[in-house]
C-alpha cells in the first residue's frame, strides 16, 4: 500500500507548554499538505492544511510551517491541554488528487 | 448534518471468509476513499470513488475492492480474507475533487481476521 507510516514516535509535552510535531514528505510535486489529527477510537479529523505557495498559516493555537527546500512539515500547537493528547498525521495531496498519510507522531501530555 | 457512517463497527472473519463494508458520506458529498490503517503500516491508501467511478487506486492485491452508488454511499468488498487484512478500516468523504485536502472520517470498521 501507499503510506510512509512505519513506526510511531511519541513525543511528551508539559501542559501548557507549546508543542511542535515535524514530517518529512516525499513528492515535490504534492500542492496542498494536511494535518490531521486521530483520538483514540476515532477516526482522523482534519485541523489545518497548507498549499504548496505558501511557508506558513496560522489557526486557532495551531500553526502550520512548510520547508518546501528540505521538504519538512511542522504543526505547531500553542499552550498544549489534556484534549490535544492524540496521533497526528501529515499529509499530502499529490497530482492524481490522492491523499497521501505520512508518519504518525503521538503526542502525549504530561500533567 | 450527519457525519460519515461506517458499518459494521467491528467483525470477525476467519482466512478465506469475505467481508464487506459499507460507507455512508456525508450528504452531499461526491467523493469517498477507503483507507486501511495497521499499527505498523500506518494509514494506507486503497481506493478513492467518485461519481459511482473509481478514479485512484493504492498498492493493494485485487483481492481489494469497492463500488460507488447513485447516492455516494460506498462498499468495500475483501476476498479470501488473510490474517494480514486484520485492521482498522476507514472511510472518508469530501464534497468534490480538486479542491483542498480536507477528508472527513468515520470512525471505522474494525475487521479481525482469525
Known amino acids: 500500500g501507499e503510506s510512509v507510516g512505519l513506526h510511531l514516535p511519541t513525543l511528551s509535552v508539559q501542559e501548557g507548554d507549546n508543542s511542535i510535531i515535524n514530517c518529512a514528505y516525499s513528492?515535490?510535486?504534492?500542492?496542498?499538505f494536511i494535518w490531521y489529527k486521530q483520538e483514540s477510537g476515532k477516526g482522523p479529523q482534519f485541523i489545518i492544511d497548507i498549499r504548496s505557495n505558501m511557508d506558513k498559516r496560522q489557526g486557532q493555537r495551531v500553526t502550520v510551517l512548510l520547508n518546501k527546500t528540505v521538504k519538512h512539515l511542522s504543526l505547531q500547537i500553542a499552550a498544549t491541554q489534556p484534549g490535544d493528547s492524540a496521533v497526528y498525521f501529515c499529509a499530502e495531496r499529490n497530482r492524481d488528487d490522492k491523499i497521501i498519510f505520512g508518519k504518525g507522531t503521538r503526542l502525549h501530555i504530561l500533567p | 448534518k450527519a457525519g460519515v457512517t461506517q458499518t459494521p463497527r467491528y467483525l470477525i472473519k476467519t482466512r478465506g471468509q469475505q467481508v464487506t463494508l459499507s460507507c455512508s458520506p456525508i450528504?452531499?458529498?461526491?467523493?469517498v476513499s477507503w483507507y486501511q490503517q495497521t499499527p505498523g503500516q500506518g494509514l494506507q491508501f486503497l481506493f478513492e470513488?467518485?461519481?459511482?467511478?473509481?478514479?485512484n487506486k493504492g498498492n493493494f492485491p485485487g483481492r481489494f475492492s469497492g463500488r460507488q452508488f447513485s447516492n455516494s454511499r460506498s462498499e468495500m468488498n475483501v476476498s479470501t480474507l488473510e490474517l494480514g487484512d486484520s485492521a482498522l478500516y476507514l472511510c472518508a468523504s469530501r464534497p468534490d475533487r480538486g479542491l483542498t485536502g480536507e477528508l472527513f472520517f468515520g470512525e471505522g470498521s474494525r475487521l479481525t481476521v482469525l
Open positions: 513528492n515535490s510535486a504534492s500542492d496542498y
Open positions: 450528504s452531499g458529498h461526491r467523493s
Open positions: 470513488y467518485f461519481s459511482e467511478t473509481q478514479r
